[in-house]
């Protein structure tokens, strides 16, 4: 095997040589790719009704068939990828962005800022948000922008206790300490060399997220209180299906695929990661 | 210990608080008025049903007042269900919500314990790996997928179990039970895994097999104990996870508990019914955690500093 003294390259060897975050990653470049060019092959318009056709199984003019209202669940399933992985993403990012920040400040400081900082972590880990996004979605209506803001501020707090437990351990080694010394400022110290060096797990982390966040959506449209007809996602799709499974099971089972093997391949991804970024670990 | 409890406590006391507060606040900020939906209601009636419900009041008077019943058990009269109060609704609902939870959390702890502790003792043989991998399948396949496919093929399909209902047909508990404890099944099974992995390996495990004591009193009497932390400490935010479960699965399998309760007040827009449950599902949330933290510093001494 070609000797490499690069731990990004070294990574990527081992993720792909894991059987599973390998099919994870094919997949979900799959998806994703096909979730951007969405608007530019799919078949049909997604609110594109055809009542005399109504509900049909799958055939070559509509491969995965068609919804009660004749609506092609193809198309219905590409533009719901779009929703389900935009909120999955870009909550994601949201997260990332607060509790790298905060959890950088917090264990930078140290002392009495880094006490009530995690004190004010502590008291939020314990709310239990579910609740919250929900009466959110209640009060506010149901919208897109409002759903990624909540769960991304949700999701947030592990990553801060994460990247603050880094951070502690890395400020206090040597190159640190150097940069001190050379009057690097704090900023620079931080966003120089703290974050690039505490990114590992957190990507890890992230990785993770994003299908709990994907889950969350889909969890609060199935309910009826996440993204509403005649946009899809996901999650809607399946409540859709489970709704009319008795006679049309096609509608239940092609989302129901797609959206297990997607959460699938980001859990592979990140064990993989993990496991990749971490030699230790095996 | 009692340091510990009292530590815990103090932090669970502010997380209350600003719980109810902040669901308080939410649901007075909510955009027009509880009874705009209400067909043409003149100004004399409008402003006796403000009165009754406490709403002509300045808000931080009727926060104090909804305080004053909340600490008292009480949650006001629900806007939906007029004469009956949030405290009746959640009591009808309740006991039916913790019987399927009691229900998929047994389950879970015995399929996952089981299956734990034989991927332990037989690591990367099949024993190990093929429960393993079908943990991964339980976590990653979601109870919005479960419920209707375990309904479409066991309900439908084979026409073995009842599709719907909670103890009106024999064997309508078992769906639900499967649909929300499968996940549960697959995060204990591993944890117990990982537990047993760390404690199996120590050397007081060693000692105990040096003694010539047979390995099934090692496992269950010595390794259990300390092996089971990680799935006693994960119960409290798994009984977290059961309510909000409880939310899905109580609504496709047609069981008349608080989760379907619940659903059904925010489609309502029953804002006290909504506002109450919340305190009560957080209160309850809080107290389950609060409660697996202490058992599990009380079973390991490290997590007790």
Request: hydrophobic share 55%.
């Amino acid at each position: 095997m070609e000797v490499s003294n690069n731990l990004w390259s070294d990574a990527l060897d081992r993720l792909i040589s894991n059987k599973f975050s390998l099919f994870g990653l094919i997949y979900l470049t799959f998806i994703v790719v096909l979730a951007l060019l969405t608007p530019f092959i799919a078949p049909y318009d997604y609110a594109l009704q055809d009542l005399d056709l109504g509900p049909s199984g799958p055939s070559w003019e509509h491969w995965l068939g068609t919804d009660i209202l004749g609506r092609d669940l193809l198309t219905r399933m590409m533009y719901g990828s779009r929703i389900s992985l935009m909120v999955g993403f870009l909550a994601t990012t949201v997260a990332l962005f607060i509790g790298v920040i905060w959890g950088t400040v917090a264990g930078f400081s140290g002392g009495k800022v880094d006490t009530g900082m995690m004190r004010i972590v502590d008291v939020l880990y314990g709310i239990p948000f579910i609740i919250f996004v929900i009466l959110l979605m209640v009060i506010f209506g149901r919208n897109l922008v409002l759903l990624f803001m909540a769960i991304g501020a949700v999701e947030w707090l592990t990553m801060a206790r994460i990247v603050r437990s880094q951070v502690m351990s890395l400020s206090k080694q040597e190159f640190v300490m150097a940069a001190e010394a050379m009057g690097v400022s704090k900023s620079g110290i931080i966003f120089g060399h703290l974050i690039p060096n505490a990114i590992g797990p957190v990507i890890v982390y992230a990785t993770l997220t994003v299908p709990q966040i994907m889950l969350l959506e889909a969890f609060l449209s199935f309910l009826g209180l996440g993204v509403q007809a005649p946009l899809s996602s996901w999650g809607l799709l399946i409540r859709d299906g489970a709704i009319t499974m008795e006679e049309y099971w096609w509608l239940l089972i092609f989302p129901s695929i797609a959206f297990s093997l997607t959460l699938f391949s980001l859990n592979f991804i990140g064990d993989g990661l993990r496991d990749a970024l971490d030699p230790r670990a095996n | 210990m009692l340091n510990l409890i009292l530590k815990r406590i103090g932090i669970a006391i502010p997380v209350l608080l600003t719980v109810v507060t902040l669901t308080f606040l939410m649901v007075h900020s909510a955009p027009g008025g509880p009874f705009d939906e209400e067909k043409a209601v003149t100004p004399e009636v409008l402003a006796k049903l403000n009165a009754k419900y406490n709403l002509d009041q300045p808000l931080i008077i009727q926060y104090f007042d909804y305080l004053k019943g909340v600490v008292q058990g009480d949650f006001g009269p629900s806007f939906r269900y007029p004469g009956r109060s949030v405290t009746e609704l959640i009591s009808i609902g309740l006991p039916i919500t913790f019987e399927l939870a009691f229900y998929s959390i047994l389950f879970a702890l015995a399929v996952g314990i089981f299956a734990g502790i034989l991927g332990a003792l037989r690591p990367n043989t099949p024993l190990d790996y093929i429960p393993m991998s079908t943990a991964m399948i339980g976590i990653c396949v979601p109870s919005i997928i479960l419920g209707p496919s375990l309904t479409l093929v066991f309900g439908i399909w084979l026409e073995w179990l009842p599709v719907s209902g909670w103890g009106d047909m024999p064997g309508d508990k078992l769906l639900p039970t499967l649909t929300l404890g499968t996940a549960y099944a697959a995060y204990c099974a591993r944890l117990t895994r990982g537990g047993m992995l760390e404690v199996l390996n120590q050397d007081f495990i060693r000692t105990a097999r040096a003694k010539g004591l047979s390995e099934s009193r090692v496992v269950i009497v010595h390794a259990l104990r300390g092996g089971l932390t990680p799935v006693i400490a994960f119960l409290g935010p798994a009984m977290a996870g059961l309510l909000a479960g409880s939310f899905v699965v109580e609504t496709i399998f047609g069981i008349p508990g608080l989760g379907r309760f619940y659903v059904e007040a925010a489609f309502n827009r029953d804002y006290t019914m909504i506002l109450g449950s919340s305190i009560f599902f957080s209160f309850l949330i809080i107290l389950f955690n609060l409660i697996s933290d202490l058992v599990a510093a009380a079973l390991n001494p490290k997590l007790r500093e």
